[in-house]
């Protein structure tokens, strides 16, 4: 197994270690899932692994977590010399070392106890309370994700496999957490895994993704009217300031209207004078000059969008150009939808005028 080098300064008293700092090093193995927690794979080394962060850390250790021996290390092997007389603690109970055991007289009671899940207590021939290691207990940590055993007579809580069933329908996450689901696979027939939660596009209610009751999210787009948090919700592609779906009978101008509320592949036909794009957005099918006009307009000297007579096809005002096809330089409109010579223009008759009249000594169009 390939290990890396880490630093770590840390208090290690209650592992058997100085306060300090220590090499250690970081094996690649199993997580876990509560700090402090260890494992000793042989208890005659002088190593053990400890859960920090996560991991099993591996730190250099002696100690066989009994109070009443003097751990040390020889030659890299754990020594444990029983001692007697020293004041040790059995759960919460102040006892005695006795030829290396806590103890405490049994007296028949069970008030020894020392509300480790990983040891038995027993009454021996001396009448004393003795802990005994108990690796085939099993320490339940309340926690459907985590693998509880006990190992040396200590609580072992290494996470299950990300995806491992736990409880009624629920999946284990990377962090030892019974969730509902990691994806759609993991829910039943007709419902979609989001936010570790499993919906249905049909239940009635807004759940997972929704933005409103069945529809957005990863559900099908919303009408018009309905919550929404970006256009994609929206049927029409449209998700108002408000966070609903705008539509053609909103009062706004959206999406892809031309006008407020009409225009577009989707809403109705606009109605001469409103703005738009394509004839296809107008109910008379004549799009000029920007707005919906009453009739084919795209004659000389006439325009749709006059002041007054906005959605009219009408000759424009006499003097003004029209470029729509080309009408100006010396020429101009004369008024009447009629492209005529502008004033000062050389001319034959009043008809060659925009102004109608031709006149002078040198025939020019006067105003």
Known sequence: MRKIGFVVCTLLLGFGLA?????????????????????????TDCKREVCQGGVFVEVQSAEDDNPCTDDTCVNEKAQHAPTSGGICLMGQIVGSCVE??????CNGQTD?????????????AKNLCEVVRDDSLV???????????????????????????????????????????????????????AMNQCFSCSDGMKNGTETDVDCGGDCDRC?????????????????????????CSDGIKNGAESDVDCGSDTCKDCGDGKACNTDADCASHA?????????????????????GKVGLC????????????DCSGIMTCNGGGSCKLDNGQSCVSNVDCASNICAGGNKICQP
């Not at 020894?112 to 021996?124: E, G, L, V």
């Not at 985590?146 to 995806?163: F, I, P």
């Not at 009408?223 to 966070?243: H, L, R, S």
């Open 100 to 105: 290396g055991v806590c103890a405490i007289t």
């Open 287 to 307: 799009c000029y000059d920007g707005v919906c006009c009453n009739a084919v307009c795209d004659g000389t000297c006439y325009a749709c969008n006059q002041p």
């Open 223 to 247: 009408t018009e009217g309905k919550a929404c948090n970006v256009p994609a919700d929206c049927y029409y592609d449209v998700c108002n300031p408000d966070q609903k779906c705008g539509g």
């Open 19 to 43: 306060s300090g700092c220590l090499v250690l090093n970081v094996p690649e193995g199993e997580k876990c899932s509560q700090e402090g927690l260890f494992r000793d794979d042989d208890p």
């Open 139 to 193: 320490p339940d940590d309340g926690n459907p994700c985590t693998k509880d055993s006990c190992k040396n007579g200590a609580a072992m809580h290494g996470l299950e496999a990300e995806g491992t069933p736990c409880e009624v329908g629920g999946t284990c996450d990377a962090m030892g957490t019974c969730i509902e689901c990691i994806v759609s696979s993991d829910c039943a027939p007709g419902f979609t895994c």
């Open 314 to 325: 009408a000759p424009l005002p006499m003097f003004t150009d029209d470029t729509m096809p």
């Open 112 to 124: 020894c106890d020392d509300q480790n899940p990983c040891t038995t207590d027993t009454c021996n």
